[in-house]
């Protein structure tokens, strides 16, 4: 991965004020009404946009409204109502899996622990992150790929795996990073795109060190 010079201190206390003065209070776009839901919707995202997720989960909350008929469902009918989402068979799979596990071990109720949370099938950290992100507000890192790109053309990372940008972007940051977290996914989706980012929009083009469109490893 090509290297770009490293933002200097008083460049990421810059950027980071511009983020949260830009994006404080921002939430997810995924639409979910309780922690059962945003996590269902959270394993979706990967992958996938937002917006199909979007279009995808009010049939499937109707139809699995809680951990216990997701465990019991048939995995056809599971898959037949995500697939237009990619990878469909395999988180599936997982989603079923997470539920019969939720229901074994944790009495149908979600648990709202980062450490429990990754020991449910096809909950990785990142997952984990987002949902404590989200649900508690916990000061914590996830990096998408968004995330990712942003935080290197920017020079706060040169990472060439999600997890170290993490502990990067962690250890750079230090507070706010829930809200710094959202600020880097919108700016990421809607300005700073993957394809023709939108630099005349940008609020921190004397920050860009690279407009080259940076993938995790
Ligand atoms: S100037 Fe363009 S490429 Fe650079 S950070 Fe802003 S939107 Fe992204």
Known sequence: MKKVKKATKEEIEEI??????????????LHYKNLYELLVAVALSAQCTDKRVNLIT???????????????????????LIRTCSFFNNKAKNLKAMAKKVMQDYNGEIP????????????????????MIEYTGANLMAVDTHVFRVSHRLGLSQDETA???????TKIFKDNLQTLHQAMVLFGRYICTAKNPKCDQCFLTEFCKSKENFKPR
């Open 112 to 131: 709202l622990d980062e450490k429990e949370l990754v020991k449910l099938p096809g909950v990785g950290q990142k997952t984990a992150h987002v949902i």
């Open 58 to 80: 009010p049939e499937f909350f109707k139809r699995f409204p809680s951990p216990k008929e997701l465990a019991a469902a048939p995995l056809e009918e599971i898959k037949e």
């Open 16 to 29: 980071k004020k511009r983020f949260i003065e830009r994006y404080s209070g921002a939430v997810t776009e």
């Open 163 to 169: 997890i170290k940008t993490e502990e990067t972007l």
